[in-house]
């Protein structure tokens, strides 16, 4: 049988069942035959009900609520006021497929917004990068990276679009070939571009039609500087 130490140098509780009734105080340094190891998870439902469950018959899932609804009108605040922290979150939302885009939180109420368009035109949106490692070569990137770029501090995605199963990539969505796409894609671009705060890097100088960022050096250089130095002091701390 497994034995057991009490770390704690206050003693610890012995209770009937997880979280029940104490049933005695235990010491420091006594030593326990451990008879199961049960683990209970500390749950919230959907309905907003408390308590504990025992994690063998609970599957753990990564976090994919769509925070268009979960977080909208807070996210929907730091559009305006974006702190000069970075901070990584794991965004999704419904027209957003394969894994988890990781972002900046202050970008995350401009992804909704590409979402909402998005979901107005029946695409769905894959992202291909989003956060870049500061110091990572892309690989078969169609353009060099710029040193000013939004994907530094989480304020841009690289995405193709799909439509009815068909994937339309950097070739497809070529400035002078959205014309030849279904009609929806335009309408999608040309909403991006309507957008106060958006771009679309088909529009870029140096084409980049998978691009989409929220123009945060240009918009709020100091700021941009300060997430980038809170990042690479994240990296290395
Ligand atoms: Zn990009």
Redesign the pocket.
């Known amino acids: 049988m497994k034995r057991g130490r009490v770390k704690s140098n206050s003693g610890l509780n012995l209770r009937e069942k997880p979280n029940g009734e104490k049933v005695g105080l235990l010491k420091h340094n006594d030593i326990l035959d451990i008879i199961d190891e049960v683990t209970f998870y500390r749950v919230k439902t959907s309905t907003g009900k408390l308590g504990f469950v025992h994690g063998d018959y609970v599957e753990s899932l990564p976090d994919t609520r769509q925070f268009v609804e979960t977080d909208g009108e807070k996210l929907q605040a730091s559009i305006d006021s974006p702190s000069d922290e970075f901070e990584l979150m794991e965004y999704t939302a419904s027209q957003f497929v394969g894994s988890a885009v990781k972002v900046d939180r202050d970008f995350a109420a401009h992804l909704n917004k590409v979402n909402e368009f998005a979901k107005a035109r029946d695409l769905k949106i894959y992202v291909t990068?989003s956060t870049r490692s500061i110091n990572q070569q892309v690989q078969g990137a169609i353009v060099p990276?710029a040193t000013r770029?939004?994907?530094f501090i989480g304020h841009?995605?690289?995405m193709n679009l799909m439509l009815d199963g068909k994937l339309f990539n950097s070739r497809a969505l070529r400035r002078n070939n959205i014309t030849n796409l279904p009609p929806a894609i335009g309408a999608f671009i040309d909403d991006i571009r309507a957008d106060e705060h958006l771009r679309w890097?088909g529009d870029f100088r140096t084409e980049?039609p998978?691009?989409i960022?929220d123009n945060f050096y240009h918009r709020k250089t100091l700021l941009y500087k300060a997430k980038l130095f809170s990042r690479v002091r994240q990296l290395n701390t």
Request: aromatic residues 0%; hydrophobic residues 25%; glycine residues 8%.
């Open positions: 990068s990276p770029s939004c994907h841009a995605i690289d890097g980049d998978v691009h960022d």
